[in-house]
């Protein structure tokens, strides 16, 4: 059996296989899903936990455990923990992309209507004052609370000028 010169044990030598740190994966993870930390790393460490545990509520996750794979502190991660954080991961991207498209939608919302209310401002401002207003609320979120000052309704409890009027038509009936 002839053996290899040393040179091209060398070459083969010199191949890159891809390294596996799972370490640096299971911190690339967390904080995939942890998002954007408006609070603190604490909420990070939280917010994970909390949607670890909802995913996987029989796995043995701990605070504690991913605060050491946030910190790359722990010193063996399990091909589970890995398993379950990718799948955690992945739906946490779904849910960014779904809120993204709805904020590009609610974006082009805003968009048509402010259009729509200077071509009405532009025609006759005075006669669409109220379909502005109306307009407005719907594209800023407040239609329901100006839907009810409309219609005469108290903002503090919307069921009771109902409940009197239901009353009121009832007495009236009765008394025909």
Do not use: C, Y
């Not at 995913?55 to 890995?82: C, G, Q």
């Not at 402010?114 to 532009?122: C, G, I, P, V, Y």
């Amino acid at each position: 059996m002839d053996h290899l010169p040393k040179n091209s044990e060398r070459e083969m030598s010199a191949v890159d296989a891809p390294v596996f740190n799972s370490t640096d994966r299971a911190h690339a993870l967390v904080k995939d899903i942890a998002g954007h930390a408006w609070r603190g790393r604490g909420d990070m460490v939280d917010r994970v936990f909390d949607v670890v545990t909802h995913a996987f509520p029989k796995s043995p996750w701990t605070r504690r455990r991913v605060r050491a794979l946030w910190h790359r502190e722990a010193a063996r991660i399990d091909w589970r923990e890995v398993r379950e954080l990718e799948f955690v991961a992945e739906v946490e991207r779904a849910k960014r992309l779904e809120q993204e498209a709805a904020r590009a939608k609610h974006n082009e919302f805003v968009t048509h209507i402010s259009n729509t209310l200077d071509r009405m401002e532009a025609n006759d401002a005075e006669f669409f004052i109220q379909h502005r207003a109306a307009l407005r609320a719907l594209a800023f979120g407040s239609a329901d609370f100006q839907i009810r000052e409309v219609a005469g309704e108290s903002s503090e409890d919307p069921s009771s000028s109902r409940q009197v009027r239901a009353l009121d038509r009832a007495r009236d009936f009765n008394q025909q």
